[in-house]
């Protein structure tokens, strides 16, 4: 039997240890974390993620336990409409919806599926050998076949593969995250950009609703209150923002920088070792991709591995595409940091034209991410 070992237990090495072991592999997941206690709070899976989801039995279960998202798009800060669109549209040309669940909910219907003992807890991995499949751990030695680096943005496993690679650079944005219980409001999803900041909020199951904020600020900011910033930055916007800031918990606002990946990577691969979701190619939130692209990773690489065509096949199939990803929500990233008042006039007129000249082609412009399908 064919052994692989997967370095972190994140949704896309979650996801490879699912596929793969549906095709026959004998896999273990090595987290350093001492629980599965997922880092994030909410999360969209898009029509692109959910057809790879189909693919390991896991695509209906998330479905069931998430929110459709409804009418959604992009509002000023004062709650006028610059863009809109339907899950509607989306559905008739996509065949899916964006759906938004808890990433714990992700998170845990992925792990249900594993065998019992997949996954070793506080096991951390300190080299992977890329010629002899060799993984090094802190409770010893590893054996393996193909090695899944899905070890986060900062990968140490990137980092040894590729030590020339200039690796992730911050992109000018700081990020919060939220649930807010009993702040739910269905069918309303939407994402509103001021000058140099951006205010998202997403109904989830279950009454909540995920919130996140970005604004264009130095990295390496932090402690305090975090919801009381979050009150400062965005309290006087449209409703229902700031109720719903007025509702949150201090203690569940999360603060992180954001890095991406600007020059891609030559390869998402060497030798036994593949490099999956964020390890291979981190990039800015702006299109809701990130978990998307790492789930179409690891059902790709499960297919690749199991055919036996070798991981060039993996990085053929992936490399460019999570390039132009990666690219394409960096320029929307640039688009929400302006903040000159022409600049960001001329943008929202730019948006609110586009929109209303042609309302199809918000929907028709996400063709390449939304119409992927997976491999047979």
């Excluded at 974390?33 to 994030?40: D, I, M, R």
């Excluded at 669109?85 to 559905?91: C, F, I, V």
Aim: one cysteine or more; proline letters at 6%.
């Amino acid at each position: 039997m064919a052994r692989a070992v997967v370095i972190g237990a994140g949704i896309g090495g979650l996801t490879a240890a699912v596929a793969l072991q549906r095709r026959g592999w004998d896999v273990t997941v090595c987290e350093r974390a001492s629980s599965l206690e997922p880092v994030g709070s909410g999360l969209a899976v898009a029509a692109n993620a959910l057809k790879a989801l189909d693919t390991i039995g896991v695509g209906d279960e998330i479905r069931k336990l998430s929110a459709v998202q409804g009418e959604g798009g992009i509002r000023r800060s004062d709650g006028r409409w610059l863009m809109r669109t339907t899950a509607e549209a989306a559905s008739a040309r996509y065949g899916d919806s964006v759906v938004l669940l808890r990433r714990a909910d992700l998170v845990d219907a992925l792990s249900a599926r594993l065998e019992p003992g997949t996954v070793r807890l506080g096991a951390a991995v300190s080299r992977a050998d890329p010629g002899s499949g060799l993984v090094t751990t802190d409770a010893g030695e590893l054996e393996a076949d193909l090695v899944v680096a899905a070890d986060g943005i900062h990968s140490p496993t990137r980092a040894a593969l590729f030590p020339g690679h200039p690796g992730p650079r911050y992109a000018g944005i700081t990020s919060w995250r939220v649930l807010v219980p009993g702040g739910g409001l269905p069918g309303q999803t939407s994402e509103s950009w001021g000058a140099g900041q951006v205010f998202g909020v997403m109904p989830l199951a279950g009454g909540l609703a995920y919130c996140y904020g970005t604004d264009t600020v130095p990295a390496g900011g932090g402690g305090g209150d975090q919801r009381a910033e979050l009150l400062r930055l965005f309290g006087g916007w449209h409703s229902p923002i700031p109720e719903l800031l007025a509702a949150a918990s201090p203690d569940a606002v999360l603060r992180n920088d954001v890095h991406h990946l600007v020059e891609p990577l030559p390869a998402m691969h060497r030798g036994r070792v593949a490099l999956l979701g964020d390890a291979a190619h981190p990039m800015t939130p702006n299109m809701g991709q990130g978990a998307c692209q790492a789930i179409e990773d690891a059902v790709v690489l499960a297919h690749v591995a199991s055919e036996g065509t070798g991981l060039a096949a993996y990085t053929s199939a992936r490399l460019a595409r999570t390039a132009r990803i990666t690219a394409r929500s960096a320029s929307i990233c640039r688009a929400t940091r302006l903040r000159a008042p022409l600049a960001v006039r001329l943008r929202d007129t730019m948006m609110t034209l586009a929109g209303r000249l042609a309302p199809g082609r918000v929907t028709r412009a996400m063709d390449e991410v939304l119409g992927w399908t997976p491999p047979a």
